[in-house]
T-cell receptor, first 117, second 114 residues
Framework: AQSVTQLGSHVSVSEGALVLLRCNYS??????LFWYVQYPNQGLQLLLKYTSAATLVKGINGFEAEFKKSETSFHLTKPSAHMSDAAEYFCAVSDQDYGGSQGNLIFGKGTKLSVKP | SQTIHQWPATLVQPVGSPLSLECTVE??????LYWYRQAAGRGLQLLFYSVGIGQISSEVPQNLSASRPQDRQFILSSKKLLLSDSGFYLCAWSDFGREGQPQHFGDGTRLSIL
């Protein structure tokens, strides 16, 4: 069975500083991994996805994530935080217990990012 | 392009009243459909998913039910709401039958039970 752990329920950075949000996964098969962002009172928006093509994945809004199989990690980074990046971020892994065709995702508990001026 | 619509955006209901939340998807055929609930501090909880018309899988026992009367329509219902049903409800879709596909979310419904 697959699982996802997001380290740190809250992360605070200064505007212009590096953003690093941590995600570790557990999977017995090659995983499909995703990062989503949620702004207050809105749905989740896909930031980026890893589907085994390249280990460094670039997403929207300047975010990227690196798949590291040896560390079972898929951390999300952004070189310079902007005030508009303040939101909650969710890491997810595709649930492949049923062959993956039903498309279920297993989500982490989320990390709230605060950006200080 | 594909779009997903959820309504209403907010809803205030008394305990014991019925509920119907609707979700529709446009621009795709035979999608997988999902209902999630977010309660404060509890992350995303998958409630139901559907891989086709009339095919509903329930992930947790609860006071809610789901139906899929048409290919791109997914409805979340309750006959009698409980206080614990309060939360933010999200509908999502993904492509059917393809591994590694992301889910795409609607804007959600904020449900408050009084």
């Amino acid at each position: 069975a697959q699982s996802v752990t997001q380290l740190g329920s809250h992360v605070s950075v200064s505007e212009g500083a590096l953003v690093l949000l941590r995600c570790n996964y557990s999977s017995s098969v090659p995983p499909y991994l995703f990062w989503y962002v949620q702004y207050p009172n809105q749905g989740l928006q896909l930031l980026l996805k890893y589907t085994s093509a390249a280990t460094l994945v670039k997403g929207i809004n300047g975010f990227e994530a690196e798949f590291k199989k040896s560390e079972t990690s898929f951390h999300l980074t952004k070189p310079s935080a902007h005030m508009s990046d303040a939101a909650e971020y969710f890491c997810a892994v595709s649930d492949q217990d049923y062959g993956g065709s039903q498309g279920n995702l297993i989500f982490g508990k989320g990390t709230k990012l605060s950006v200080k001026p | 392009s594909q779009t997903i619509h959820q309504w209403p955006a907010t809803l205030v209901q008394p305990v014991g009243s019925p509920l119907s939340l609707e979700c529709t998807v446009e621009g795709t055929s035979n999608p997988n459909l999902y209902w999630y609930r977010q309660a404060a501090g509890r992350g995303l909880q998958l409630l139901f998913y559907s891989v086709g018309i009339g095919q509903i899988s329930s992930e947790v026992p609860q006071n809610l039910s789901a139906s899929r009367p048409q290919d791109r329509q997914f409805i979340l219902s309750s006959k009698k709401l409980l206080l614990s049903d309060s939360g933010f409800y999200l509908c999502a879709w993904s492509d059917f039958g393809r591994e590694g596909q992301p889910q795409h979310f609607g804007d959600g419904t904020r449900l408050s039970i009084l």
